[in-house]
């Protein structure tokens, strides 16, 4: 049963229930988001603020609009309806879904597919839309784990191919990571940059046939566990309350959404050995030295074309992860009352220190030689 429409990246009550097929369908009206949104102090709210003729441009003609004056849309404004078209994100809460005791007794809510724990708020079709999603030669795509920097290197590379200075909204960059088949995939603006947590053997054929260029981004595993378990923490669709302990008994079992970061990581590091449309890209040099990188994803997107120093410096500023980090921190989806931090952290090496007790350590390196022990990860380097 569908029981929210999401609006990434915020989630939207003020629904209108309209009858479907099956399940029921929720439509939010862009009046009641604007209204909603201003009282919430949410960002998305400055957004329609500055691009003022979105309201006019609505194709939703049963809502009565008394009153808007229609105005010429510019450019942006047209971008930013395309993203509002497609962002009618139907999200599911799935009756199959099972919740999941850890070792200390604390539940978590998931929901397999194929045999992989993932959000409740999935259809069972995930990995089979996936694999049949119709992918573009021009498209890039964003792989990764959980919580690795895909929001940064998405808009990175979004400004790259779009111009440094271009609009980026919040809508296109969240689309692909709920449901690739979503109504309007094909309609953004070309070449679409994709972003999405899907393991290899989930990924679209079409990728790999047409020669889509791919990033796969990866980040010091106990760092990206750290932040997926405060992210989970804080949000409500996974109804957890437990401990880093109780998480990591979970983690050990393959107990937690989106599977461990071994399993995902070695198959694209398979992938990446023999396939020269992989760029693969550590998240601890591109926090080091964010200029370099950023020059590499430049010259592996677009290896013909020259940047200027002043641009790629104007791209490293715009992209400063404590910038995004102020401009997205009224970004709260699905978040719960008293969870732990914001939506964007603050993207440090090492916060794991102040996590793992030396014995969970030892468990932990177990569990990660146990599974990457037979793949070249040499040049990782962060489990010894």
Known sequence: MITKIFYSPCTFDLIEKKP????????LYYRHLSDYVKKQNIRFYYQLKEYPSLISLTSMSSHDYEGEQAKEPTDDEKIYQQELECAKLVIYDNDECEFVEDCEGKTIKLFYIDGVPQETVFHSTLHNDARTFTANADDVWVMSWPRSGSH?????????????????????????????????????RRPRVISCHL????????????????IYLVRDPRDAMVSWYK????????????TWNGFLSLYFQDKIPRGTWEKHTKGWLQESRNNKNIFFLKYEGLRHDPLKWIKEIALFLRPGETYSETELMRLKEKTDLSTMRKNNATYEPYHKEGGLGTQYDKGRIGTWKDWFTVAQLEDYKRHYHQYMDDVDNSDLGYIQ
């Open 20 to 27: 479907g097929n099956d399940p029921y369908i929720f439509v």
């Open 152 to 188: 940064w290197v998405w808009e990175i590379t979004q400004r790259l191919l779009h111009g440094i200075d271009s609009f980026v909204g919040p809508l296109q960059k969240e689309l692909s990571v709920f449901a690739l088949n979503t109504v309007g995939m094909k309609d953004i």
């Open 199 to 214: 393991g290899r053997e989930f990924a679209p054929v079409d990728i790999f046939k047409k020669g889509s260029k791919m």
């Open 231 to 242: 992210f989970i923490q804080r949000h409500d669709g996974f109804k957890y309350d437990g």
